[in-house]
């Protein structure tokens, strides 16, 4: 896991935490890695902040219970996909995280989506017809890709080539993401591998150093390219 920003504090534990700030709380967790597997109302990877606070409402070992887990990661209370460990945190900025989580107990709870709610529908090499709920192309301006697809080409040959392939054309060091979208990998299923990475195949983590929003875009000018509707090289952006 790369190493997160967080604000530098001096580490007090005791036997039980005492009540942090939320405000500081949220703050550190925009600071650190925390948003790129959470956020405050939708799944991201990990469950919402307000899942979480909901789960633990009314439990008085609740403040402890967070905090054991942020410090020592792991798996299990919401699906297999490992947390990795925060030991490097201090324990009173655990004390900020953990209050503020647990205040957004009242706060609703949004379906994970990054889409718009349209669908859009491209004709593919074979004649066929694919819908997606998130466009590739300007509309009425195609090839140009959205901003979002051309900064997803730009993060994957910047980082994700050195081991899957320049434009996700494949590789012996790791495996076919185009294919991995082919058979039907969701956005969701992406990041739950990318971001926590997969150390024991040698993949990174790239929690804290690609955002949702980044890895978003990396997934879908993948699935572009997986439907052989973005081309190799350098496609022509929205900017242009």
């Known amino acids: 896991m790369l190493a997160a920003p967080w604000i530098q504090a001096s580490s007090g534990a005791g036997a039980g935490l005492q009540a942090g700030n939320p405000q500081s709380g949220e703050q550190l967790t925009k600071a650190g890695d925390c948003s790129s597997c959470h956020a405050a109302d939708h799944e991201v ?3 919402a902040y307000s899942e979480i606070a909901k789960k633990y409402a009314g439990q008085s070992d609740a403040a402890n219970k967070l905090a054991q887990r942020i410090k020592e990661g792991g798996s299990g209370n919401w699906g297999t996909t490992q947390m990795p460990p925060h030991y490097e945190l201090p324990d009173v900025q655990i004390q900020e995280i953990v209050s503020w ?3 957004l107990k009242d706060t609703p709870t ?3 989506s990054a889409t718009d709610g349209k669908k859009y529908s ?3 090499q074979d004649g066929k017809t694919i819908t997606l709920d998130f466009p590739l192309f ?3 301006k195609e090839p140009k890709v959205t901003k979002d697809v051309f900064r997803g080409y730009e993060l994957y040959n910047s980082y994700c080539y050195r081991c899957h392939g ?7 060091l790791a495996p076919s993401l185009r ?3 082919e058979i039907g990998m ?3 299923q992406f990041l739950a591998v990318a971001m926590p990475g997969r150390e024991d195949k040698g993949m990174p983590s790239w929690a804290g150093f690609l955002s949702e929003e980044e890895m978003t875009g990396i997934y879908r000018y993948v699935k572009g390219r997986s439907l052989g509707l973005v081309p190799v090289g350098r496609p022509p952006s929205e900017s242009e």
Request: net charge negative.
């Open 45 to 47: 990877v990990g469950p």
């Open 101 to 103: 989580i647990l205040s």
């Open 110 to 112: 949004a379906r994970a």
């Open 122 to 124: 491209y004709t593919l």
């Open 138 to 140: 300007v509309e009425g």
């Open 166 to 172: 320049t434009d996700a054309t494949e590789s012996e």
């Open 179 to 181: 294919h991995a979208l």
């Open 186 to 188: 969701t956005p969701q």
